[in-house]
């Protein structure tokens, strides 16, 4: 199975600044479609997952409606997942989750909170 | 609007079974298909398995295979997944998503599995 492996597992992050997670997965998300099926997810406490990003950098629209801070980018191998000023609602965990290989698999995820 | 809509908290004793529901609405049902995902307390997430609401194919994870059971009624637009011989460490709350998309969940069914 694909390992998918996030960091930092825990960020604290000053109201308005910038954050940053990296996620790597032990093999190429490189499908043989020519696609990369690399997910974003936000977990807010008591709520399901929450789709923010899919195929590395796309940012889910319309229902959900995912503030334009929210970004994605990499390739291959390594993602992140940038917010360009962090607000009180973006406290939760956030996973990537890879569906190029089967089975899908998760990073473990990461903590945000403010400081 | 699309939803994943499950059925409620469930408690129950170890070796006894369970049978979770997600009513789809919104969409074609048999145009994607159904993934379920847990997540024990305070854990990550745990992809267990796939069903094809089209035409009733699975895939399971290995660990669960033997315990676990999805199937679709595409005249009501509903998934279940059942795991039968539960044990304290299948206590989690359980999701469904739409798959391949991943981009609509439930709501989530917490399952707890005592004595």
């Known amino acids: 199975d694909v390992v998918m492996t996030q960091s930092p597992l825990s960020l604290p992050v000053t109201l308005g600044q910038p954050a940053s997670i990296s996620c790597k997965s032990s093999?190429?998300?490189?499908?043989?479609?020519?696609?990369?099926?690399l997910n974003w997810f936000q977990q807010r406490p008591g709520q399901s997952p929450r789709r923010l990003i899919y195929?590395?950098?796309?940012?889910?629209s319309g229902d959900s409606g995912v503030p334009d801070r929210f970004s994605g980018s990499g390739s291959g191998t390594d993602f992140t997942l940038k917010i360009s000023r962090v607000e009180a609602e973006d406290v939760g965990v956030y996973y990537c989750m890879q569906v190029t290989h089967w089975p899908p698999t998760f990073g473990q995820g990461t903590r945000l909170e403010i400081k | 609007q699309v939803q994943l809509v499950q059925s409620g908290a469930e408690v129950k004793k170890p070796g006894a079974s369970v049978k979770v529901s997600c009513k789809a609405s919104g969409y074609t049902f048999t145009n994607y298909g159904i993934s379920w995902v847990r997540q024990a307390p305070g854990q990550g997430l745990e992809w267990m398995g796939w069903?094809?609401?089209?035409?009733?194919?699975?895939n399971y994870v290995q660990k669960l295979q033997d315990r676990v059971t999805m199937t679709t009624d595409t005249s009501t637009s509903t998934a279940y997944m059942e795991l039968r011989s539960l044990r304290s460490d299948d206590t989690a709350v359980y999701y469904c998503?739409?798959?391949?998309?991943?981009?609509?969940w439930g709501q989530g069914t917490l399952v707890t599995v005592s004595s």
């Open positions: 093999q190429s998300l490189v499908h043989s479609d020519g696609n990369t099926y």
């Open positions: 998503a739409r798959d391949p998309t991943w981009d609509y």
């Open positions: 069903i094809s609401a089209y035409n009733g194919d699975t």
């Open positions: 195929k590395v950098s796309n940012r889910d």
